[in-house]
Nanobody, 121 residues
Framework: QVQLVESGGGLVQAGGSLRLSCAAS????????MGWYRQAPGKQRELVAA???????NYADSVKGRFTISRDNAKNTVYLQMNIMKPEDTAVYYC???????????????WGQGTQVTVSS
């Protein structure tokens, strides 16, 4: 079973930056798509950014030009660099990993525990 550990959340002023990290640990798995989602109070969870195994990237329109997702396959880690942050970026951010379990030969979707990001105006 793969576990995801997130770090890097916190409080930042509008216009500032934060960097989130998510490290996957476990054995006998192959990472596919890694992504970041967020959920603000009273709202549905939404995709922020995702990076596929081959390097293709998708961003939500609301973060294009401000956020950058990247991955380090050697470290089983995905990052989200958030710049020019806005109060509307305030949410709990969740790491998501779609991976192939070599033992069970199944594709599995895994979530991190979430990290709070708060942007003050």
């Amino acid at each position: 079973q793969v576990q995801l550990v997130e770090s890097g959340g916190g409080l930042v002023q509008a216009g500032g930056s934060l960097r989130l990290s998510c490290a996957a640990s476990g054995s006998s798995f192959s990472m596919n798509t890694m992504g970041w989602y967020r959920q603000a109070p009273g709202k549905q969870r939404e995709l922020v950014a995702a990076i596929m195994r081959g390097g293709n990237i998708n961003y939500a329109d609301s973060v294009k030009g401000r956020f950058t997702i990247s991955r380090d396959n050697a470290k089983n880690t995905v990052y989200l660099q958030m710049n020019i942050m806005k109060p509307e970026d305030t949410a709990v951010y969740y790491c998501n990993l779609d991976y192939f379990d070599i033992f069970t030969k199944r594709d599995i979707d895994s979530w991190g525990q979430g990290t709070q990001v708060t942007v003050s105006s």
